[in-house]
């Protein structure tokens, strides 16, 4: 069985996560290579969001992890609209 990650773990790896999504290569077209584009995007930071969306609920967690995993959290929906905003 695999190893828990800590709280620690999980937001280094969101934030790979984030990383990864700014680095999915945008479409030129915007037909259905757009649509899938933002499809990958959106699963990507979900998973980010996924992975530490518990943290501040978790009462042996320092608080300082807590807030950083809070700054993410509030950040994914800026950050979504960076990556996915239109290029002129």
């Given at each position: ?34 649509f899938s584009y933002t499809a990958q995007v959106k699963d990507t930071l979900k998973k980010?969001?996924?992975?530490i969306k518990l943290i501040q609920h978790s009462p ?29």
């Amino acid at each position: 069985m695999a190893k828990a990650l800590t709280p620690e773990q999980r937001i280094v790896k969101a934030r790979k996560f984030i990383e990864e999504a700014k680095k999915i290569p945008r479409p030129s077209s915007v037909g259905w290579e757009h649509f899938s584009y933002t499809a990958q995007v959106k699963d990507t930071l979900k998973k980010a969001f996924e992975l530490i969306k518990l943290i501040q609920h978790s009462p042996s967690t320092d608080p300082e992890i807590k807030r950083q995993a809070r700054e993410i959290i509030d950040s994914l929906p800026e950050i979504e609209k960076e990556i996915l905003k239109p290029s002129n």
